[in-house]
T-cell receptor
Framework: GIQVEQSPPDLILQEGANSTLRCNFS?????LQWFHQNPWGQLINLFY???GTKQNGRLSATTVATERYSLLYISSSQTTDSGVYFC?????????????FGTGTRLQVTL | DTGVSQDPRHKITKRGQNVTFRCDPI?????LYWYRQTLGQGPEFLTY????????KSRLLSDRFSAERPKGSFSTLEIQRTEQGDSAMYLC??????????FGSGTRLTVV
């Protein structure tokens, strides 16, 4: 199966700062998704982004499928952005419904 | 619709006992997934249903694990003869086709 690498593994930001999280895949993917897991464990789907760029408020994501990476941008970070950010994607062929998750980026936003 | 519901939220069981978890997906979603997450790791795929058909099972799903989705609605995940290594968060998600997943809040299992 595909390998998913996320960087950085840990990130500490002061409130108001911007950041970029990166996700690299070992093989071409479609149906790439970004999730935020809050401190209570709830996984929230942020973006379904097989290619191109999408924006939702202070968050935006860009996927370059041909180069096997995706970026998540967080602008004007807030303490509520704290948690773990996961990217996930299935292989391009075969079991397209099965997501493989990265190990996550743990973000802490401080006052 | 209130999203994906999982029950119970927490379960503590003695080693060797059987446990069953329930997942109610978003009603219009035809796909339902079970994942398992251990501390510090991303979720790992266990199994997936399209309507009532179980289309794929991970090698992680030993013979002690069984999942059902009767009538393509709610799903149950049963673990027989639980072991301490089964302790984890069990997550259910649903989707409409290949669109984005919606996850439930999970069931945290502790085997003592």
């Amino acid at each position: 199966g595909i390998q998913v690498e996320q960087s950085p593994p840990d990130l500490i930001l002061q409130e108001g700062a911007n950041s970029t999280l990166r996700c690299n895949f070992s093989d071409s993917v479609n149906n790439l998704q970004w999730f935020h897991q809050n401190p209570w464990g709830q996984l929230i789907n942020l973006f379904y982004i097989p290619s191109g760029t999408k924006q939702n408020g202070r968050l935006s994501a860009t996927t370059v499928a041909t180069e096997r990476y995706s970026l998540l941008y967080i602008s004007s970070s807030q303490t509520t952005d704290s948690g773990v950010y996961f990217c996930a994607g299935p292989a391009n062929t075969g079991t397209a419904s099965k997501l493989t998750f990265g190990t996550g980026t743990r973000l802490q936003v401080t006052l | 619709d209130t999203g994906v519901s999982q029950d119970p939220r927490h379960k503590i069981t003695k080693r060797g006992q059987n446990v069953t978890f329930r997942c109610d997906p978003i009603s219009e979603h035809n796909r339902l997934y079970w994942y398992r997450q251990t501390l510090g790791q991303g979720p790992e795929f266990l199994t997936y249903f399209q309507n009532e058909a179980q289309l794929e099972k991970s090698r992680l799903l030993s013979d002690r694990f069984s999942a059902e989705r009767p009538k393509g609605s709610f799903s149950t995940l049963e673990i027989q003869r639980t072991e301490q290594g089964d302790s984890a968060m069990y997550l259910c998600a649903s989707s409409l086709g290949f669109n984005g997943y919606t996850f439930g809040s999970g069931t945290r299992l502790t085997v003592v």
